[in-house]
């Protein structure tokens, strides 16, 4: 059973930092790609983050310069850092995984990714 577990949210002040962190299960991250979404209240789902295992990244001009990815293959967990974190980046944030080699398109489609974990809320406070 494939899952997927997005965790490390929480209220910070305008200019802080986060890292989240999506554990997974049921599957490796070695076969997969990552894809971070985020939906604000009464918007749409966006992409802010796709890495795949072997080295692709794009990332949305939102997050230019203030985030870090990297994982721990032990855990089976990926974490994003967001630092600088502003207001606008008020929403739940998810992670996805997609097979490698499927997403073709940026920023990618969340059609694309077969699994998805429930979000957690980062709230940032002007």
Same mark, same amino acid.
């Given at each position: 059973d494939v899952q997927l577990q997005a965790s490390g949210g929480g209220f910070v002040q305008t200019g802080g930092s986060l890292r989240l962190s999506?554990?997974?299960?049921?599957?490796?991250?070695?076969?997969? !790609? @990552?894809g971070w979404f985020r939906q604000a209240a009464?918007?749409?789902r966006e992409a802010i983050l796709y890495s795949s295992m /072997?080295?692709?990244?794009?990332?949305a001009?939102?997050?230019?310069?203030?985030? !870090? @990815?990297?994982?721990?293959?032990a855990k089976n967990t990926v974490y994003l850092q967001i630092d600088n974190l502003?207001?606008? /980046?008020t929403a739940v944030?998810?992670?996805?995984?997609a097979l490698k080699g499927?997403?073709?398109?940026?920023p990618p489609l969340?059609?694309?990714f077969h699994s998805w974990g429930p979000g957690t809320l980062v709230t940032v406070s002007s």
């Open positions: 999506c554990a997974a299960s049921g599957f490796t991250f070695d076969d997969s !790609a @990552i009464g918007k749409e /072997d080295g692709a990244t794009w990332y001009d939102s997050m230019e310069g203030r985030f !870090a @990815i990297s994982n721990d293959n502003k207001p606008e /980046d944030y998810y992670c996805a995984a499927v997403v073709h398109t940026f969340a059609s694309d």
